[in-house]
């Protein structure tokens, strides 16, 4: 595959990257401050290093994306640079410049009116040689080679829950609920959420806060489950790796249930797959 491809799935609570050559994430935080030895030099810290500055005084930490979708356009697009960054200067990449690059984003279904902007931005700071935005739960059916299916993502911020019959979006609708509600709930700190061990001591609080995700869940996905019957039921998402999150989601009428192959990275690597369409 070219190695100039790219699948960026820009989350609430990390961006995910696929490129030939492999996946990686960091966490959708940013960090600004002053240098104290350069008088008015602006230092941005992105990722795992935004999160060591968390207690930094002179350091302030923005998390950009807010239930998919960008809060501050800089900060987005610094998460961006952050991610290709990483691959041009990776020991694959050999004199690969932005321009080289061909990008296949995703935004969630209900945030299709930032698409405009979003390209905009990107274009006129990176100009790679493509960018495009998709529909991030469709490309975890791609990821998957489904033409059909009923999506169910649960991501930090939102859930998504996409039904793609004959290879159209037959209903999509995101939900302002996702693990966020329950890392809310159990952390003492605004970062704390990017560590996973936390799901795993089983406290009254993540044990009410993950039944109140699944019951939101579950209200809405059932609907969609009576209309569309005969559609297989993907999860995934970081959501779908938290202990018991999609067991308590499953009811009478949401039974068959599979979970999509490497979850928290299937949008990427369906945004990926798409990306060598472009070229
Ligand atoms: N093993 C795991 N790997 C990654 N995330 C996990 C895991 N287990 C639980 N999670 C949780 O799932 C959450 C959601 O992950 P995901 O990366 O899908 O969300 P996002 O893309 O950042 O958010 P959104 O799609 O809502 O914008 C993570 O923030 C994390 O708390
Ligand atoms: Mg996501």
Partial sequence: MN????????????????TSSGTFSFPSIIA?????????????????DALKAEYV????IRTPVY???????????????????????????ISVHYSDLVIMAGIPYNAKEHVGKIKEAVIES??????????????????????DGIVCHIGHGTTEIMAVSHGKIAYGQTLMHGVGDITNAICSSKTQYVDNEIFLKNTPEL?????????????????????????????????????????????????????????????????????????
């Fill in 3 to 18: 190695k100039n491809l790219i699948g960026l799935d820009i989350g609430t609570g990390s961006v995910k990257v696929a």
């Fill in 32 to 48: 600004r401050g002053k240098s104290i030895d350069i008088e008015a030099k602006e230092i941005v810290l992105v990722g795992n």
């Fill in 57 to 60: 005084k002179s350091m302030a």
């Fill in 67 to 93: 239930r998919g979708a960008p809060t501050s356009m800089d900060d987005y697009l610094d998460l961006i640079r952050h991610a290709l960054d990483h691959i041009i200067n990776s020991k694959d990449a």
């Fill in 126 to 147: 990176f100009g790679p040689k493509f960018f495009g935005v998709m529909f991030q739960a469709k490309a975890t059916l791609d990821h998957m080679a489904l033409q």
């Fill in 207 to 279: 044990a009410n806060s993950r039944k109140i995700l699944a019951a939101n869940i579950s209200d809405s996905l059932e609907k969609v489950v009576i209309d569309y019957p005969h559609l297989k039921i993907v999860f995934a998402g970081g959501g779908a790796l938290v202990p018991r999150l999609v067991s308590e989601i499953k009811n009478g009428i949401i039974k068959d249930v599979i979970i999509a192959e490497n979850p928290v990275f299937s949008n990427a690597l369906g945004m990926l797959k798409r990306a060598e369409k472009c070229i």
